[in-house]
């Protein structure tokens, strides 16, 4: 089972950025969909986005399409998610997550996530 840690969470205030980063502890297959997702307190788990780790289709959300941009560096196996202006409703724990048929693509359903991390938290003053 791959091991999956997130890291870059904090506070920001309204309109800020934040830049959060996953590392996976076995290598990621071209055939992969890395994403993120989030939960706030007291509601269901949010698809966030996801990329094609081979080709680098990604798919958003639309609470944050146009806000938050997703990236892979393949040489360092890393995922990672810049978020700008952002807004207190952004306010959750960040998981990575990781679908080996790359289904949430189409889907864009934390459901097809098969692994993820222990999480970050990200917390929007406004």
């Known amino acids: 089972q791959v091991q999956l840690v997130e890291s870059g969470g904090g506070l920001v205030q309204a309109g800020g950025s934040l830049r959060l980063s996953c590392a996976a502890s076995?290598?990621?297959?071209?055939?992969?969909?890395m994403g993120w997702f989030r939960q706030a307190p007291g509601k269901e788990r949010e698809f966030v986005a996801a990329?094609?780790?081979?080709?680098?289709?990604?798919v958003y959300g639309d609470s944050v399409k146009g806000r938050f941009t997703i990236s892979r560096d393949k040489d360092k196996n890393k995922l990672y998610l810049q978020m700008n202006n952002m807004k207190p409703e952004d306010t959750a724990v960040y998981y990575c997550?990781?679908?080996?048929?790359?289904?949430?693509?189409?889907?864009?359903?934390?459901?097809?996530?098969?692994?993820w991390g222990q999480g970050t938290q990200v917390t929007v003053s406004s």
């Open positions: 076995e290598r990621t297959f071209s055939s992969d969909a």
């Open positions: 990329i094609n780790w081979g080709a680098g289709y990604t």
């Open positions: 997550a990781k679908d080996p048929i790359s289904r949430v693509l189409r889907t864009r359903s934390t459901s097809d996530f098969g692994s």
